[in-house]
């Protein structure tokens, strides 16, 4: 088994950690390249690296053109996630990133791995949404509440969540961050 560091883009990133995903496919990736069971550290930040993601090699069935006989090289790269630290990034500065996709000596990896801090277990969690939505129907309201969500999305609309059964402790969350929306503590 191979150990590998995945670099993704600044943009890639923010995706990554707005949205959830089970997977990160990467198209592009030359040889030589991860194999199906190799563990990966997924970094970002051109400036300041950092681990954000642990994840494994996931083989991938590439879809054969049958006029086309010879695979090619453009197959994706799939990486599962097995450990997310969007939150809590590790320095990844004993990296040697040259390139977006470079092997990791093992002793590094099980360093990096290391410092991670160690997972929690799984909390419910209530998340909210509320907007007001003028609209002459409450099947109307539904479908421009759900337009408003597309539209504006994590980067404009707050998200309010509290650990369950303790609504006191909600806060406002935006950009995936938390986020103050009180207009009177902004005065000061």
């Known amino acids: 088994m191979g150990h590998w560091a995945v670099v993704i883009s600044d943009e890639r990133h923010e995706a990554e950690r707005l ?51 010879a695979p090619g090289d453009d197959e994706p790269l799939v990486v599962t996630y097995t450990r997310r630290v969007f939150d809590e990034p590790v320095p990844a500065e004993r990296l040697a990133l040259d390139r977006p996709v470079a092997p990791v000596d093992p002793e590094t990896f099980q360093a990096i791995m290391g410092s991670l801090r160690p997972a929690v277990d799984r909390s419910t969690w209530m998340v909210s949404l509320a907007l007001p939505i003028e609209a002459p129907s409450r099947a109307e309201a539904v479908r421009v509440f759900w337009s408003y969500v597309m539209e504006l999305g994590p980067r404009e609309l707050p998200a309010f969540v509290s650990p369950a059964g303790d609504e006191l402790a909600m806060q406002a969350f935006v950009l995936g961050e938390a986020a103050n929306l009180d207009p009177e503590e902004d005065e000061d």
């Open 19 to 69: 949205f959830h995903h089970d997977t990160l496919e990467l198209t592009g990736v030359e040889r030589p390249r991860p194999a199906p069971g190799d563990e990966v550290l997924v970094v970002a930040g051109q400036e300041r690296p950092a681990v954000v993601a642990l994840g494994r090699v996931r083989p991938v069935e590439p879809e054969r053109d049958p006029d086309d006989p």
